[in-house]
Nanobody, 129 residues
């Protein structure tokens, strides 16, 4: 059974940085490329896709809201994906979720939550002004 576990959420001040980690277990490499993504959600709002990555090529995708501030990366040897967040703003406060799917989704839909079938439990990020 595939499981994703996020960690690294914390409370920080505006302008600060955090690195989130997502580790996948129970996954057997089928030879298809995996798509990883990070989403976030605020109570009462829809889940927002903010970053994604294809394991085959390392190609990454970002939502405009985080472009230039967040970086998604992978460590294939450890089945881990990271989200480095810098220049954090109060508007970044949310629960952050890691997701994965095989094969990787079409690039037009890479930040759509319905494209992913494995999800972590979420980790809280709070940014204070």
């Amino acid at each position: 059974q595939v499981q994703l576990v996020e960690s690294g959420g914390d409370s920080v001040q505006a302008g600060g940085s955090l690195r989130l980690t997502c580790k996948i277990s129970g996954y057997t490499n089928s030879g298809y490329s995996m798509g990883w993504a990070w989403f976030r959600q605020v109570v009462g709002k829809e889940r927002e896709g903010i970053a994604a990555l294809f394991t085959s090529t390392g190609r990454s995708f970002y939502a405009d809201s985080v472009k230039g501030r967040f970086t998604i990366s992978q460590d294939n040897t450890k089945n881990i994906v990271y989200l480095q967040m810098s220049s954090l703003e109060p508007e970044d406060t949310a629960i952050y979720y890691c997701a994965a799917t095989v094969p990787e989704p079409f690039s037009n839909y890479v930040l759509a939550p319905e494209m992913y079938n494995h999800w972590g439990q979420g980790t809280q990020v709070t940014v204070s002004s």
